[in-house]
């Protein structure tokens, strides 16, 4: 962070994607700016709600939708500073990759949801 006193605050955070089957977690250290931070609740309703028939009782149907959006920006500055020899040979590629494989399931999970879906033993979870 800088010393400057008309500089953004700046705050640390982290990604840490968990998973039962693998234990060593994969962690994404990043620092944003908290005034780019957004949090928004939304009810899960049924009845009354907005586009619905009016006539009908507005029902909540389960917890609030949590939304939480926030701007990251990904740089190798403070790792290069220190002479992190990751940071030197590969920079920012280990952060981008941590965070794109925490878009795909593993290959375990895959070939085991497949092995179900052929013997007709799968459940499909409805979204959202």
């Known amino acids: 962070m800088?010393?400057?006193p008309g500089?953004?605050?700046?705050l640390k955070?982290?990604?840490?994607?968990?998973d039962p089957f693998n234990p060593l977690a994969s962690v994404i250290v990043f620092q944003y700016n908290p005034d780019t931070m957004t949090r928004r609740l939304d009810a899960?309703?049924?009845?009354?709600?907005?586009g619905a028939d009016k006539s009908e009782a507005f029902r909540l149907s389960g917890p609030p939708r949590e939304t939480i959006t926030l701007n990251v920006?990904?740089?190798a500055t403070d790792q290069l500073e220190q002479a992190d020899p990751l940071a030197v040979s590969s920079g920012v590629y280990p952060a981008l990759s941590a965070l794109e494989m925490l878009l795909y399931p593993k290959s375990a999970k895959v070939t085991a949801d497949t092995a179900l879906a052929v013997l007709g033993?799968?459940?499909?979870?409805?979204?959202?």
Do not use: K, M, Q
């Open 7 to 10: 500089s953004p605050r700046l």
């Open 13 to 18: 955070g982290a990604i840490i994607g968990l």
């Open 121 to 128: 033993n799968i459940e499909i979870i409805p979204p959202g």
């Open 44 to 50: 899960r309703s049924t009845g009354a709600a907005e």
């Open 73 to 75: 920006e990904v740089d």
């Open 2 to 4: 800088s010393a400057f």
